[in-house]
C-alpha cells in the first residue's frame, strides 16, 4: 500500500488505499461481532459475549441491551453501532424508524 507523507504529520491515500482499508476494517469487525446460529457473539476480551436472538427481536429490547452493553469496559461505540445494525438487519427492522 502507497501512502503519501506530507511531511508535516498528514497522511494521503488513494481512493482504492481507502477502499482496500475499509474493506480490511469490515473483516476484523466481522471477526468481532458476528451471527451464527441464534446467537449474536460478541468477542471480549478473553472470552465470548452471546446474546440470544430472540432477545433482540424488538427496538426496545435492543435499547436495553444497548444501555447493558455500555457499562461493559471492552465495548466501544463502534460495536455498539454494529450490534444495532445486525439486530436490527436480523430481525427486519428499520434502523432509522421515521425513514
Known amino acids: 500500500m502507497m501512502k503519501s507523507d506530507t511531511g508535516d504529520g498528514q ?3 488513494s481512493a482504492r488505499e481507502l477502499d482496500a482499508l475499509a474493506r480490511k476494517h469490515e473483516r476484523e469487525m466481522r471477526k468481532k461481532m458476528f451471527i451464527r446460529g441464534r446467537w449474536l457473539t460478541i468477542k471480549a476480551d ?3 459475549y452471546c446474546i440470544e ?3 433482540l427481536d424488538s427496538h426496545e429490547k435492543i435499547l436495553e441491551w444497548v444501555h447493558h452493553l455500555s457499562g461493559k ?3 466501544t461505540p463502534e460495536l455498539i453501532g454494529r450490534f444495532i445494525r445486525l439486530a436490527c438487519e436480523h430481525h427486519k427492522l ?3 424508524v421515521n425513514a
Open 94 to 96: 428499520k434502523l432509522y
Open 53 to 55: 436472538l430472540v432477545r
Open 73 to 75: 469496559v471492552w465495548i
Open 11 to 13: 497522511t494521503f491515500y
Open 46 to 48: 478473553r472470552h465470548d
